[in-house]
């Protein structure tokens, strides 16, 4: 059994350990306070992970997401990975929401506070997800592209979200990328 434990607190938190040769997720913890990232995340862990086989990599979202979510998670990730010694690869919050959903083309929407929502525009092409568009606005601004046609729109904002087994077996589609958080707005610095 080849096990990956993932790791995402761009827009709730969650954490999952995934069974790489099965491709079935074997136990997963959630939370919808977005505000308990770093008290929650090492404990979770440790009931996801206790009396199991090692843990052979770890996946954890890279946002676009919250300043501090992204970082708690993605420094709680990283000591872990550091403490295993096992490889580490982030991934596109939203494109794995994306591919959760199934649909051939997706907007997923997400709270992004200060009455600004973080959104990504797909669609599915040749059996891949190619990434439109990746930003943070006024959600009145999505009106016009909410309206097309044959648009599937999910996510925390939507009254379609998101499937946490769905979501977990979709990291793995995603192409692994670096761990640099992916912020779509500046920190407030004071």
């Known amino acids: ?9 761009s827009f709730n938190f969650m954490i999952g350990l995934l069974d790489l040769d099965t491709g079935k997720v074997l136990d997963y913890k959630t939370s919808l306070s977005d505000k308990t990232h ?31 979510g992204l970082r708690a998670g993605i420094a709680a990730a990283q000591g872990l990975a550091f403490g295993l010694a096992v490889p580490i690869w982030g991934f596109n919050s939203l494109l794995a929401q994306a591919i959760s ?14 009455k600004q929502v973080y959104w990504g525009h797909f669609v599915k092409t040749d059996n891949k997800y190619q990434q439109i568009a990746l930003d943070i606005d ?15 729109i999910a996510g925390n ?3 379609n979200k998101i ?11 995603c192409p692994k990328i670096s761990l640099k958080p992916l912020y ?5 610095v004071g």
Not at 163 to 173: Q, W, Y
């Open 1 to 9: 059994m080849t096990l990956q434990l993932i790791i995402d607190s």
């Open 38 to 68: 770093v008290e929650d995340i090492v404990p979770k862990v440790k009931k996801i992970i206790s009396n199991r086989q090692p843990i052979s990599s770890i996946r954890v979202g890279a946002g676009p997401g919250a300043f501090t």
């Open 101 to 114: 959903v199934n649909s051939a083309e997706v907007l997923i929407i997400n709270n992004a506070r200060r």
């Open 138 to 152: 006024d959600e009145s601004k999505l009106d016009i592209l909410k309206s097309k046609a044959g648009i599937f």
């Open 157 to 159: 904002m939507t009254n």
């Open 163 to 173: 499937d946490t087994i769905r979501f977990l077996t979709s990291v793995n589609l």
């Open 184 to 188: 779509l707005r500046q920190a407030d």
